[in-house]
């Protein structure tokens, strides 16, 4: 049996940059930390028990995520110490025949071992009050195995206990201290003391930004090495890592403060800082952050939005939405979607892709208002400093339509971008938060989004004067990435059918 005890909240320094969330839930690469840490588990053949504050509401999406991966959810009641969850779990769990393996859910490793009453311990480098192995020269616990005095190893967040019951009676006779009952426990069941110095603690909001270092999330065509402090970022498409180096160069330099610094470039590649913050995305879509939080965040952004607009060109540059739209459509290779084809979504009048795109071209004015644009402003290439209460955003488009180099661009595909985000659920949809079902003509789409993002929405309807063309540049742009998801069948599905979704829900307010 397996115990992931996530039962308590994570601390104040999280609930700032989260709301108030169990250290499981935490965000990892479009994922939260308790899929990677369930996966360690794969080859035991164990049932897996996932321990939450009894307060904490799982969303739709995460229940049938925990059940697809087999997991039973036990809610454990607030502000129980370590030892005081343990203890329930296990009698919630009576009887148990068998050793458990116990997993702190701030705790992730690259891989575990499955040995019967052993301790995991890793070396720290950071000041806090950690369980350390050695006390000045005398070992803390009872073991079996040999190993060197060393005063920087700690319990890291994994053991085997092998006696249940007894452990249960060590730490009632030790008050809930969890350290303490270990110790006595080891007396009478010595421990194999396993050292793994992959240990990825997510406990510590400092440890946590260093944590996530490890995982990156990338497009198809990018590649991103993280190296200390610098992100690498390359390219095998040239062109577009030449446009990137080109924007990062001519951003006005008076306002670098919304940027990672740019350290150096290559034929190839370029370097810039490793930004210690949370992506609007991990935000958005993980976090439970309250609507008028964002009103901070959406500040930011109308603030530097404002900024770059400024700077104007008279040059001539290609964004025609229509044509980039139909010429992607033409590589969509999918059973199930037809651009020309009549679907019923919901219970609106049927409506082929290419009937909306005809209807949305009375938006979309052929003057454009050319300044200087991101162009690739969406929730994944933006973060917030919750200190300094300022964005930064990088991966910038850099080049038109026609792949003409250029930092220049039509100042409503950022704002577009933004839509795309938030009201379009791009990354609700890429985290696997929708399911989607095409029957003949009709079309099934939903997206478990909680009733806080419908409230973060409308505070983004009040801080922004949101247009017809910008909204229907905004389905443009979800039409348009569906060969970008060929990679993925269900998803590509989903962001079809969320073409129909947007353009009904915009119209249903008038603004398409």
């Known amino acids: 049996m397996i115990f992931i005890m996530s039962s308590a909240y994570c601390s104040e320094d999280f609930g700032l940059e989260f709301g108030k969330i169990p250290p499981s839930f935490l965000p990892l690469g479009n994922k939260r930390l308790y899929e990677y840490q369930i996966k360690l588990f794969h080859n035991l053949n164990e ?3 996932l321990t939450l504050p009894q307060s904490f509401q799982v969303s739709r999406y995460d229940f049938l995520k925990l059940k697809s991966l087999g997991v039973k959810i036990l809610y454990i009641p607030d502000n129980m110490r370590l030892a005081e969850a343990l203890i329930y779990a296990i009698n919630m769990n009576f009887p148990i025949n068998e050793s458990v393996y116990i ?5 992730y490793f690259s891989s575990i071992q499955s040995l019967k009453n052993h301790l995991v311990v890793s070396k720290v480098k950071e000041n806090y009050k950690w369980a350390y192995l050695f006390k000045e020269k005398v070992l803390n616990y009872r073991i079996k195995n040999k190993i060197s005095e060393d005063h920087e190893l700690v319990l890291s967040g994994f053991m085997n206990i092998e006696y249940p019951y007894f452990l249960v009676k060590c730490l009632l006779d030790n008050h809930y201290s969890f350290v303490d009952g270990l110790r006595e426990y080891s007396n009478t069941h010595a421990f194999s003391i396993v050292q793994d110095n992959s240990w990825l603690d997510f406990g510590l ?3 946590y930004f260093h944590s996530k270092k490890k995982f990156s999330t990338q497009r198809a065509f990018n590649h991103l090495l993280i190296d200390e402090n610098f992100v690498i970022k390359s390219s095998n498409w040239d062109s577009k890592i030449k446009a990137e180096i080109n924007w990062y160069r001519k951003f006005p330099q008076e306002y670098n403060m919304y940027l990672p610094r740019f350290y150096c470039e290559k034929v190839d590649s370029y370097q810039l800082e490793y930004l210690y913050h949370n992506t609007l995305l991990e935000l958005f879509v993980f976090g439970k952050l309250p609507h008028y939080i964002w009103r901070n965040i959406f500040e930011s952004i109308k603030v530097f939005l404002n900024v770059i607009h400024k700077f104007k060109s008279d040059k001539e540059i290609v964004f025609d939405y229509k044509a980039k739209t139909l010429k992607r459509l033409k590589q969509v290779n999918h059973p199930k979607i037809s651009f020309t084809k009549k679907y019923f979504f919901n219970n609106h009048e049927s409506i082929s892709v290419y009937e909306i795109l005809n209807l949305l071209d009375k938006n979309i004015s052929t003057k454009q208002d050319i300044r200087l644009i991101h162009g690739d402003f969406c929730f994944s290439n933006i973060v917030y400093d919750f200190r300094s209460k300022n964005i930064k955003t990088f991966d910038p488009r850099g080049m038109d339509f026609d792949e003409n180099i250029t930092v220049y661009g ?7 971008k933004l839509v795309h985000s938030i009201f379009g659920l791009y990354d609700f949809i890429v985290s696997g938060f929708s399911r989607c079902e095409i029957q003949k003509d009709k079309i099934f789409l939903s997206i478990d989004v909680s009733d806080e993002v419908v409230k973060i929405q409308e505070e983004f309807f009040t801080m922004f004067e949101i247009d017809k ?3 229907s540049i905004a389905i ?6 569906l060969p970008l998801h060929a990679d993925d069948s269900d998803r590509q599905k989903a962001l079809f059918a969320n073409v129909f979704r947007l353009y009904f829900y915009f119209k249903d307010k008038g603004l398409v």
Not at 103 to 107: A, E, P, W
Not at 410 to 416: G, H, I, L, V
Not at 476 to 481: G, N, R, V, Y
């Open 47 to 49: 049932s897996i028990i």
């Open 103 to 107: 997993l702190y859910g701030d705790t």
């Open 205 to 207: 909001i400092t440890n």
């Open 410 to 416: 039509d100042m409503c595909y950022d704002y577009a």
């Open 469 to 471: 063309q910008i909204c």
């Open 476 to 481: 443009h742009l979800f039409a348009s990435m």
